[in-house]
């Protein structure tokens, strides 16, 4: 019965010697030669600015692209694996597919309706 894990225990095992093999040798081979720019946050050659004290608003903008991100990406997620079975599936997974993306057009045309698509 144990048999049966024996390759999923060695793979961890291997990505786990691999992960901390890459982090001992980066560390041993790295170069140590640090500097004030090096010990500092990147921020694309701006200066880091302290937050303000009451903290700032994030645009809600960002969350919204996020939510058409995930919506989407979920989509095509569904989509692939139907396209795999499509044969296998007949007439009820074509039917379910239908039904699918008319629920995702839906909140595409509501999207694009209220202007979530365009960059301003």
């Known amino acids: 019965m144990l048999r049966q894990y024996v390759p999923i225990l060695t793979l961890f095992a291997l990505g786990a010697l691999f ?65 795999v079975e499509f044969d296998n599936l007949g007439t009820f997974g074509l039917v379910e597919m239908v039904v699918f993306l008319a629920t995702v057009g839906v909140a595409y045309s509501y999207v694009w309706r209220r202007g979530g698509l365009e960059w301003d």
């Not at 890459?22 to 140590?32: K, Y």
């Not at 010990?39 to 058409?68: F, N, S």
């Open 19 to 83: 992960a901390v093999g890459s982090v001992v040798a980066g560390h041993l081979t790295g170069p140590r030669r640090t500097n004030r720019a090096k010990l500092m946050a990147y921020e694309c050659g701006i200066d880091p600015t302290p937050p303000p004290v009451g903290g700032t608003r994030v645009p809600i903008t960002y969350y919204l692209t996020a939510m058409l991100f995930i919506v989407f990406d979920i989509e095509i997620v569904f989509l692939y694996p139907w396209a």
